[in-house]
């Protein structure tokens, strides 16, 4: 395989991985009525406990300030709450509040069933191989961006 067939491989694969999570995770955000990056949001303190507007906002690779417009308004929707830091009001911590887990908590259980299927079909060995592929990609998107 030479450069030119292998770049276009990367593309279509890339392009192809972003299609199918996106077709995959958006009936889950139009139903609780969340954009892509909400659930990113929301999803990232659920596997945290708490954030801070700057931690979140690297956990996720977003600008510090497009995080914390996007917190207010989830905040406003009663999904997670911003406390600032009584010693430093800089800091602003970000939690989940009950009803942002009770979603993220749904959303998780239609994944971990939509999964089950396939996963009950499949090898230990196909998981390793598709996991080693990804850390392979990603290193060498890493190596690229350097």
């Given at each position: 395989m030479d450069l030119s067939d292998f770049k276009k491989l990367?593309?279509?694969y890339t392009?192809?991985?972003t299609e199918n999570t996106n077709s995959l995770f958006a009936p889950l955000c139009e139903q609780y009525g969340l954009t892509m990056l909400q659930m990113r949001i929301l999803m990232e303190l659920y596997r945290h406990d708490f954030h801070t507007i700057g931690s979140l906002a690297e956990g996720i690779h977003v600008a510090g300030t497009n995080i914390s417009s996007l917190c207010k308004k989830l905040e406003g929707m009663g999904l997670l709450r911003r406390i600032r830091d009584q010693k430093d009001e800089r800091v602003v911590r970000v939690v989940l509040e009950n009803k942002g887990q009770e979603i993220i908590s749904e959303i998780d259980k239609t994944l971990?069933?939509?999964?089950?299927?396939?996963?009950?079909?499949e090898t230990e060995e196909s998981f390793d191989a598709i996991i080693m592929g990804l850390q392979k990609l990603t290193e060498l998107l890493q190596k690229l961006n350097s």
């Open positions: 990367i593309w279509d392009r192809q991985i971990s069933a939509r999964f089950a299927s396939y996963l009950n079909s």
